[in-house]
């Protein structure tokens, strides 16, 4: 039976493989969820696979696993990827937790030129996709990468990934439509920040080959739902949502 | 110049119509944001389009405002419903704005067999949605219907309305090629609780002839990032995201 708790580990999985559990791992097992010895807990770390494991000593600040059975074979995320705008902090947490769910396979917050947010924390962005990845049943956690501006980000860009940029301002051509002219993958969604993007970012954008630039409807969507329903469309157009 | 702050009131307006403040409306303007006699504000009500309004009195408690020239036309918004069940308060409230930004309609908790929470205010549903619309630019603000059993909104279904049924089990087709197979409107979207629908309502939902069962994606998605997911394949696909 497929164990009620799951719990993201960085360490190896494999059969009667332990595992030793992080001091809040610990405390959330047994002083939150008040597990013992015998009671069963599922793990993933992202390459092998989920796995039934049993408490083998429960302690207030650490403990011990014993992996069991395997319950699943490692899958492998889509090759997905979302640059953001870093929003307030609750939007940008609900940005990492909705990424997560929609399969993306790695988080790349980008500064804009109108971008609000001076600071974002990858490890609070990666700490609310571990929490995604834990409680909606995926074996992978998006990798986040480290923070830079929009500018750098395009500098370095690979050609053959393509770039779906979300362009407020109208001019693009309906998301689905844009995403299957273009064809398959690898993709990345770029939503630019609440303000927009510059004039001369959305220039530069659009002369980029590799990037497609698409509306989402006639209403003005906050960044956070541009990015769901973006990811969405994408998915369904190209990936593993067909 | 389009006012920065915009206002949604449930008064008629018309050139030269002068709109009295709620209490907490007069408070925003006033005193929050300190506009004052001579500032513009725009107005809409769902009817009358959008109107650019000068404030002619301010007042702690109340304040009056007079239309001086139309901004924007009304238009309609899409005949697209959204069911859903009622979450915990905070992804509740999230429901409520996402669906407004996306162009439902109308927004109908209904309660499912699994359904968590007891209650839901549908007074502050449309607090939520009313927020949504002045932000995003909206003319009008989504219906709150009453909520009531998932039991009772189907019987008295009316048959030439579409329901989109996210089907977490993974026995529907994928959303987009369900939309785009049954054809257009109107539709309604109908996402279940965290816990999924019960075996009973999966059974009774698939053997209505309106309802078309859809998969989104193979990862289980929260319900609140359902809701956005398959608002922006239904109006990708028969909406006006097209």
Redesign the interface.
């Known amino acids: 039976m497929q164990p009620k708790i799951r719990l993201h580990v960085d360490l190896p999985l494999a059969a009667e493989a332990e595992v030793g559990l992080a001091r809040e791992q610990a405390h959330y097992l047994f002083s939150v969820m008040r597990l013992a010895a015998g009671d069963r807990v599922a793990l993933f770390n992202g390459r092998d696979g989920e796995w039934a494991a049993e408490v083998v000593s429960a302690g207030k600040r650490a403990g011990v696993l014993a992996c069991r059975e395997r319950l699943r074979q490692q899958t492998v995320l889509p090759d997905l990827w979302l640059l953001f705008a870093p929003l307030k902090k609750a939007r940008t947490d609900?940005v990492a937790?909705?990424a997560c769910?929609?399969?993306c396979a790695r988080l790349w917050p980008v500064f804009t030129q109108h971008t609000n947010a001076e600071r974002v924390r990858p490890d609070r962005l990666r700490a609310h996709a571990v929490e995604?990845a834990e409680?909606?049943?995926?074996l992978a956690v998006p990798e986040v990468a480290e923070p830079c501006p929009l500018a750098a980000a395009l500098a370095g860009w690979d050609p053959a990934r393509r770039l779906l940029f979300c362009d407020e301002r109208g001019g693009g051509v309906?998301?689905?439509?844009a995403v299957q002219a273009a064809g398959p993958g690898p993709w990345a969604v770029l939503v630019g920040p609440e303000g927009g993007f510059s004039e001369a970012e959305a220039e530069r954008l659009r002369a980029l080959p590799f990037a497609h630039a698409a509306?989402?409807?006639?209403?003005?969507?906050?960044a956070d739902?541009a990015a769901?329903?973006?990811?969405?469309?994408l998915?369904?157009?190209a990936?593993?949502?067909?």
Chains 1, 2 share one sequence.
């Open positions: 609900f937790e909705k769910e929609m399969g995604a409680q909606c049943g995926l309906p998301a689905f439509a509306s989402l409807g006639p209403r003005i969507l906050r739902t769901v329903a973006a990811l969405a469309l998915q369904a157009a990936g593993d949502w067909r």
